[in-house]
């Protein structure tokens, strides 16, 4: 049985989602669930618990901010890291008022 602690990793990029999974996998005791949209992300999410979260704000079919606050609405209570490339204020305050 492993000892390894679960992550859901959203991202559309593969390559930078496979970068990420490799990253937390070699630096910690993580198992990596991998979702490349918003529909994928609230499947794995129901799927057990997580030890956090790290979520795209651009997603394809929406947008990664919404769907943290769906996943806190829905009881979700574990760290969300929002990853993004916006880095004004609002954009820190809207992630942070969706529950990242």
Do not use: H, W
């Amino acid at each position: 049985m492993s000892n390894a602690k679960r992550v859901l990793l959203v991202d559309d990029d593969a390559m930078l989602r496979a970068s990420l999974a490799e990253q937390l996998t070699l630096d910690g005791p993580y198992t990596v669930v991998e979702a490349g949209d918003c529909a994928g992300a609230r499947l794995k999410a129901e799927d057990g618990l997580y030890e956090f979260m790290i979520l795209d704000v651009g997603l394809p079919d929406g947008d990664g901010r919404v769907l943290c606050r769906e996943l806190r609405d829905s009881g979700i209570t574990c760290p969300i890291v929002l990853l993004t490339a916006a880095d004004t204020d609002e954009d820190t305050v809207e992630g942070l008022g969706a529950g990242a």
